[in-house]
């Protein structure tokens, strides 16, 4: 699985962005995907992961009120709306897929990763 994620940019703090992951390469029956991030001088973090077969759907616990996943089946591609965003979202953002059930932590496969940074 091929992943390619962009939408990233410079948005003012409160404001809102719209993330696009396209996978391509593999049908994603029996995929799981995932949107981690990874801010200035920190770890890797989850945002949320998505079972594409079901829709089952595990945020994490400090990011489900202001973020929301989506998908469109037709153009294989995972969606990640960020509203009322802050400048501690400031990140670089990835997407990720493996053929297990969502994991927190682990996946076989990675975007490139697309920049999001929010201004005060």
């Known amino acids: 699985v091929q992943l390619q994620a962009s939408g990233g940019g410079l948005v003012q703090a409160g404001g809102s962005l719209r993330l696009s992951c396209v996978a391509s390469?593999?049908?994603?029956?029996?995929?799981?995907l995932a949107w981690f991030r990874q801010a200035p001088g920190k770890g890797r973090e989850f945002v949320v992961g998505f079972q594409w077969n079901g829709g089952t759907t595990k945020y994490a616990a400090s990011l489900k009120d202001r973020f929301t996943i989506s998908r469109d089946i037709t153009k294989n591609t995972l969606y990640l709306q960020m509203n009322s965003l802050k400048p501690e979202d400031t990140a670089v953002y990835y997407c990720?897929?493996?053929?297990?059930?969502?994991?927190?932590?682990?996946?076989?496969?990675w975007g490139q990763g697309t920049k999001v940074t929010v201004s005060s």
């Open positions: 990720a897929a493996n053929r297990l059930s969502i994991s927190y932590t682990t996946y076989d496969y």
């Open positions: 390469g593999q049908p994603l029956s029996g995929y799981s």
